[in-house]
Structure formats: C-alpha cells, structure tokens
C-alpha cells in the first residue's frame, strides 16, 4: 500500500496546499484531522505562523498532527530540535492538560507555542460543527463543544 492509499482529511489537504512553508509539502507525521467547525480557526492560526516565521525557521518548523482531543484542539509540532509534548491527565469528571517542552525554550519556539495555545483554547469556545463562536464542552464519555443550536440537533437525533 502506498502513502498515496491513505484516505486524508480534504481539510488537512487544504492547509498543506495553502501553507507549503509550513507544512514542505507533506501531511503531518501522524494521522490528522480537524472538525469542520474549526477549520476556519486553524487556518487563521498557520497564516499567523506563516507571517511569524522567517524562511529560515520555516525550514526547521514541522507540523506533527492536528487533532481534536477531549473537545479541544491539538496541534503537536517541532522547530529544530524542539518539540511539544501535551500529556492528558483524566480524572473523574475532568481532563488535566500539561504542555511540556523544552527546558530552556529559544525565544521563537514560546512565540509559536503562544500563539498555537491561543488557538487552542479559542476551539474550546468554537462549535466543531458550525463554527459558532458562543459554544462550550459537552458529554460524558465523549466529549463535545458544540453551540445551542448544534447541542439540540445532536440530543434530538438520541432521543429518536
Ligand atoms: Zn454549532
């Protein structure tokens, strides 16, 4: 099977087609994909790095998935050596997340993990579905963010 194979979100192809510094061409290392509701927010986030960057940190910056998790955005990524690592923490009830880098971070990378972070918990508010910036985490088991109007389809289609 070749990589070619692979089904793809279209959604991730559009990024890596709109953003070739960012991503060289490639789809993120591990298997990605992003709600349809956040689509507009992620874009908004890699044409922020994409203006943030220099060519020459461009070159050394890689996209390792994008994701939604527990109702939230994730965006692993590298610049050089350095790298990302958020760790989930699930207790009863609540999802604890720690963003762990590098030791002692150059000042670009804290730059790039702000501005990733913003957008992160921008998604924490957006509806996965539509968008909607009014929206916030619902669910037991499988969490969702989703808006009013969204909420209501989705408890509506449970009760059938
Ligand atoms: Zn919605």
Redesign the pocket.
Known sequence: MSTSDFPTDPKIDALVARFPRLFHHRHPRVWSDLPQ?WTELADQLFADLDAMLDDDAASVFKVIQIKEKYASLRVYWSLGEEETLVLDVIGSGSTQRFDKGPTDPTALFERIRACVKEACEQAETT?Q??G?GS?SAVGSGWIVT??G??RARADKKDDR
């Open positions: 509701g509806c579905v539509c909607n929206a989703l808006c109007t969204c």
